[in-house]
């Protein structure tokens, strides 16, 4: 799927979950911003170490989509993720095990001026 298919699905997909909401309602935090957004993957070979992490991160109250497929296990970072930011988890992941970060292939969404339309 090319970056720019890609992009418009990921506003379509999160211009839909946003609800209207009344003027006397609190504003609140729906979905991340697509900054926030990341997909984390690891090789699958390393798929005992990646479930023991998501283990730690689950108990700390953070929890996201995670998969396998094509040799990989992936974190999606995205709207499903609840308890802290792609960022944070990020951060979690390079300084709780440096040896593991290595082999995490992390593509993050970058906005573009065309997201904001």
């Known amino acids: 799927m090319s970056e ?3 992009r418009h699905l990921i506003r379509k ?18 979905l991340p911003t697509v900054q926030e957004w990341a997909l984390v993957s690891f090789p699958i070979e390393l798929a005992e170490e990646v479930y023991k992490i998501e283990d730690e991160l689950s108990d700390k109250g953070i929890t996201f989509d995670a ?4 040799g990989k296990r992936d974190w999606q970072l995205d709207w499903s993720l609840s308890g802290a930011t792609a960022e944070q988890v990020i951060k979690y992941l390079r ?22 339309t």
Do not use: C, N, V, W
């Open 13 to 30: 997909h999160y211009k839909s979950l946003r609800k209207p909401m009344s003027s006397s309602e609190r504003p609140i935090k729906i």
């Open 95 to 116: 300084e709780k095990h440096p040896k593991l970060y290595p082999f995490a292939e992390i593509i993050t969404q970058e906005p573009s001026d065309d997201d904001e």
């Open 4 to 6: 720019k298919i890609e």
């Open 67 to 70: 998969g396998a497929g094509f």
